[in-house]
């Protein structure tokens, strides 16, 4: 599997053009806890947690469906926010939590590697630089 360095990532944070405003981050744990505390230091925003699960650490299926693992305990209701995930592959994790957020004013993605509104990457998997 393809690796790349901390310094490479942290380069396509500090480059990738952010123009919208968001009033929070909301990050998919635990995979997004990473990316969206970085982005949080370069935005000045809050972080606020989802908590989802749906892959194992090999990113297999553990449940048919993705699962809200804890109550959403924030205010989203109309603000607008970046949701942030670590990868997106068939996009059912970031699709699931869209919906959850339903009656936020705007929802836009970023991923770390995949399709998103905002990714630094859209290639084959690799291993994150931060994951040990």
């Known amino acids: 599997m393809n690796h790349k360095s901390f310094e490479e990532v942290i380069q396509r944070f500090r480059e990738i053009d952010i123009p919208e405003t968001f009033d929070m981050i909301v990050a998919i744990a635990n995979g997004g806890i990473v990316p969206a505390g970085i982005l949080a230091q370069r935005l000045g925003l809050e972080v606020h947690l989802l908590k989802i699960n749906w892959r194992d650490t090999r990113q ?5 469906a993705p699962r809200l693992l804890a109550p959403i305990d924030f205010e989203y209701r109309d603000r607008s926010i970046l949701l942030v995930e670590d990868r997106v592959k068939s996009g059912t994790t970031i ?8 009656g936020a004013k705007c929802i836009k993605t970023f991923a770390v590697n995949g399709k998103a509104d905002y990714s630094l990457y859209d290639e084959a998997c690799f291993i994150f630089p931060w994951v040990v």
């Open 60 to 64: 297999q299926p553990k449940y048919d």
């Open 95 to 102: 699709t699931y939590a869209m919906e959850l957020l339903k």
